[in-house]
T-cell receptor
Framework: EAQVTQNPRYLITVTGKKLTVTCSQN?????MSWYRQDPGLGLRQIYY???????DKGDVPEGYKVSRKEKRNFPLILESPSPNQTSLYFC???????????????FGPGTRLTVT | AQRVTQPEKLLSVFKGAPVELKCNYS??????LFWYVQYSRQRLQLLLR??SRESIKGFTADLNKGETSFHLKKPFAQEEDSAMYYC???????????FGSGTQLTVLP
């Protein structure tokens, strides 16, 4: 089944304790992205990757890191989480966004992170 | 800079009534617009894109460049249409997807 998976689905942690949220897709997509979803703000892009070893900042990258060593994986790293990073996080993947009309983005199930 | 505005955070209609979810955008280039939907406890998924000019689940959306709008419409709402709806725009050389803040639609019985 074609899908995007994220782990963990739920995470409660304390300020300053490094964490990683994994994201994996099995559709051989070039493009992967991380978003955070906050009430009243919709989805905001954190980082994106056009292909392996190619990553770039989205709209709200502060406090986050990513890596793209393999095409299928795109982990999100919080080196020193803070309470303002409490949010619902979504990973997404798609074929190259350069395709005319814009390809569909496939979203993961979400990771609910609470930082105390 | 590109921007997508959904002025209604919450929208309630009765079953069988018409529904329109508003979306306005600002973008200097030629826009490519989408509607995504998130049903309760499900993943965000594509509903429709303007370039396809399609009708999905009875929903349609027309791009109005003069009014910079891409409103989502359905003539007869159903209870299963209750969901969060996001309007989105592709922009920039990296073709990033920018989302609006979303509209929570509730269809009442």
């Amino acid at each position: 089944e074609a899908q995007v998976t994220q782990n963990p689905r739920y995470l409660i942690t304390v300020t300053g304790k490094k964490l990683t949220v994994t994201c994996s897709q099995n559709m051989n997509h070039e493009y992967m992205s991380w978003y955070r979803q906050d009430p009243g703000l919709g989805l905001r892009q954190i980082y994106y990757s056009m292909n392996v070893e190619v990553t770039d900042k989205g709209d709200v990258p502060e406090g986050y890191k990513v890596s793209r060593k393999e095409k299928r994986n795109f982990p999100l790293i919080l080196e020193s989480p803070s309470p303002n990073q409490t949010s619902l996080y979504f990973c997404a993947s798609s074929r190259s966004p350069g395709l005319a009309g814009g390809p569909e983005q496939y979203f993961g199930p979400g990771t609910r992170l609470t930082v105390t | 800079a590109q921007r997508v505005t959904q002025p209604e955070k919450l929208l309630s209609v009765f079953k069988g009534a018409p529904v329109e979810l508003k979306c306005n955008y600002s973008y200097s280039g030629s826009p490519e617009l989408f509607w995504y939907v998130q049903y309760s406890r499900q993943r965000l998924q594509l509903l429709l894109r303007h370039i396809s000019r399609e009708s999905i689940k009875g929903f349609t959306a027309d791009l109005n460049k003069g009014e910079t709008s891409f409103h989502l419409k359905k003539p007869f709402a159903q209870e299963e249409d209750s969901a969060m709806y996001y309007c989105a725009l592709i922009s920039g050389s990296a073709r990033q997807l920018t989302f609006g803040s979303g509209t929570q639609l509730t269809v009442l019985p």
